[in-house]
């Protein structure tokens, strides 16, 4: 895991509803693997981020957005 991965990772994890947990580190972890590979694109970032959505607290809902704006203003 790179610093900027770590770095969303504990953003992530910080704001993760009870009781899934392990669900978010599942999909964080397969975010990872396509980032290394080179297959996390716009497209991939749209298809899931409603899964990232569904796992956090709603009154983070917010911060997430802005996260994932900021990040997918930088995918192709």
Same mark, same amino acid.
């Given at each position: 895991?790179?610093?900027?991965?770590?770095?969303?990772?504990?953003?992530?994890?910080?704001?993760?509803?009870?009781? /899934?947990? !392990?669900?978010? %580190?599942? =999909?964080?972890? $397969?975010?990872?693997?396509?980032?290394? *590979?080179?297959?996390?694109?716009?497209?991939?970032?749209?298809?899931?981020?409603?899964?990232?959505?569904?796992?956090? /607290?709603? !009154?983070?809902? %917010?911060? =997430?957005?802005? $996260?994932?704006?900021?990040?997918?203003? *930088?995918?192709?």
């Amino acid at each position: 895991m790179n610093p900027g991965q770590e770095m969303f990772y504990n953003f992530f994890m910080q704001r993760v509803a009870e009781g /899934k947990e !392990e669900e978010a %580190k599942a =999909l964080l972890n $397969a975010g990872f693997e396509k980032q290394a *590979n080179g297959t996390f694109d716009a497209e991939y970032l749209k298809e899931v981020m409603p899964k990232y959505f569904e796992l956090i /607290k709603p !009154e983070f809902i %917010k911060d =997430l957005q802005d $996260a994932m704006t900021h990040f997918g203003g *930088n995918l192709k």
